[in-house]
């Protein structure tokens, strides 16, 4: 069974601040890996995702997150945030068996002017 | 812009009612998906479909029945709802081949069950 964690359920910034929203993950087979995002009364959008190959992965918006298999790990980044990146972020995982994705329990970016 | 075209947007409905919940998208996926979310909750899957076949149901009582005419549609036919049913239904597709797991989401149907 495969499962993820978010550490954090509310995250607070300033804007223009750096951030890092956690995200681990368990599972006992090779894993894909996901960050969504999901803006007030909205669907839910892809902001990046690791298949395979290199470690650190851009996505829209300026994020990036850096898988960490020693870790079982995938954090999401962003080096300067803006008020526009107020929203609630998930992090989801997927195995190679099963195809839909499992859902950490979200965090809510609270941007700050 | 969603590519996957969920309706309405909106569905406020009695516990005796019937109705139904419908979703689009062409991009030629061959998975679809339906996700109910509760406020401030993670979406939780209800639903998969593989090639218009039923491949995952995720211990979802009868009141829910899902329908996939086609390779483009996805139904969610509503009867005898109860209050806690009342959330976001969230309609998703995806290619069907290992790698491209990326799933692509409607912006939902919000359900309100009186």
């Known amino acids: 069974a495969q499962s993820v964690t978010q550490l954090d359920s509310q995250v607070p910034v300033f804007e223009e601040a750096p951030v890092e929203l956690r995200c681990n993950y368990s599972?006992?087979?090779?894993?894909?890996l996901f960050w969504y995002v999901q803006y007030p009364n909205q669907g839910l959008q892809l902001l990046l995702k690791?298949?395979?190959?290199?470690?650190l992965v851009k996505g829209i918006n300026g994020f990036e997150a850096e898988f960490n298999k020693s870790q079982t790990s995938f954090h999401l980044r962003k080096p300067s945030v803006h008020i526009s990146d107020t929203a609630e972020y998930f992090c989801?995982?997927?195995?190679?068996?099963?195809?839909?994705?499992?859902f950490g329990s979200g965090t809510r970016l609270q941007v700050q002017p | 812009d969603t590519e996957v075209t969920q309706t309405p947007k909106h569905l406020v409905m009695g516990m005796t009612n019937k109705k139904s919940l419908k979703c689009e998208q062409h991009?030629?996926?061959?998975?679809m998906y339906w996700y109910k979310q509760k406020a401030k909750k993670p979406p939780e899957l209800m639903f998969v479909?593989?090639?218009?076949?039923?491949?995952i149901n995720e211990s979802v009582p009868s009141r829910f029945s899902p329908e996939c005419p086609n390779s483009s549609l996805l139904n969610l036919h509503l009867h005898a709802l109860q209050p806690e049913d009342s959330a976001l239904y969230l309609c998703?597709?995806?290619?069907?081949?290992?790698?491209?797991?990326?799933?692509?989401f409607g912006e939902g149907s919000r359900l309100t069950v009186l």
């Open positions: 479909y593989s090639y218009e076949k039923l491949s």
């Open positions: 991009m030629g996926h061959r998975a």
């Open positions: 998703a597709s995806s290619q069907e081949r290992p790698g491209a797991r990326e799933l692509f």
């Open positions: 599972s006992s087979v090779s894993v894909y």
């Open positions: 690791y298949l395979s190959g290199s470690t």
């Open positions: 989801a995982v997927s195995d190679t068996g099963r195809r839909a994705l499992t």
